[in-house]
């Protein structure tokens, strides 16, 4: 298992800001994602973070709107840009030790744009 | 495009009723079977899988499921459901075998047992 901390856990912000979203995991892991859980929706994928390259994109989302950052095998940075009243959501970082294995999954940020 | 289906939102129970929570997917190829659980204020996290083997799997606290390839279902059941069990229930696929394992989750089911 994995344990995976997020910062900041809520925020309000003003449109037209933007917000970098941390995650921080106990320990080493290969597959690091950031999803989007809309209020009354399920969780939507919005990238995976790659250790040392770009990270890859799910459709619907781009670069300029949502940067990811991994630097290492332990730490990812979501970034959402420039934002409007629909980015509101939680974010959730996920982390898992292989492909298609099991996911485990941080306690999510509570983003609010006014 | 693939989807899973979770047929109920709400459901309330009372204590020691049986549970079933149905859960479908469309996709035609091998795949990975998870239900994910998020009590209140905590942390989503793994309540059962199924990658192989025998369909019906066994998971934490009571709950089962089991995989009927036919029909494209993995539903969650649990024979006697507690107050503690009140949280949002999450079905997941993930195709198995292929480049992009992109993990699909359902809507959720929001199940409230009633003491």
């Known amino acids: 298992s994995a344990v995976i901390s997020q910062k900041p856990s809520r925020d309000i912000c003003q449109r037209g800001t933007s917000l970098t979203i941390q995650c921080q995991v106990d320990s080493q892991v290969t597959m690091m994602f950031w999803y989007r859980q809309q209020p009354g929706q399920s969780l939507t994928l919005i990238a995976t973070a790659n250790q040392g390259s770009e990270a890859t994109y799910e459709s619907g989302f781009v670069i300029d709107k949502f940067p990811i950052s991994r630097p290492n095998l332990t730490f990812s940075t979501l970034t959402v840009s420039n934002m409007s009243p629909e980015d509101s959501s939680i974010y959730l970082c996920?982390?898992?030790?292989?492909?298609?294995?099991?996911?485990?999954f941080g306690p999510g940020t509570r983003l609010t744009v006014l | 495009a693939q989807s899973v289906s979770q047929h109920n939102h709400h459901v309330i129970l009372s204590e020691a009723a049986s549970l079933e929570l149905g859960c479908n997917y469309s996709?035609?190829?091998?795949?990975?079977l998870f239900w994910y659980v998020q009590y209140p204020g905590q942390h989503l996290q793994l309540l059962l899988k199924?990658?192989?083997?025998?369909?019906l799997v066994k998971g934490i606290k009571g709950f089962e499921a089991e995989f009927i390839k036919s029909k494209f279902s993995f539903n969650l059941r649990k024979p006697s459901v507690q107050w503690s069990d009140t949280a949002e229930y999450f079905c997941a696929v993930t195709p198995a075998f292929t480049g992009g394992f992109k993990t699909i989750f359902g809507a959720g089911t929001r199940l409230f047992v009633k003491a």
């Open positions: 199924y990658f192989s083997g025998d369909p």
């Open positions: 996709y035609g190829g091998t795949v990975n």
């Open positions: 996920s982390v898992s030790q292989s492909n298609g294995n099991e996911q485990f």
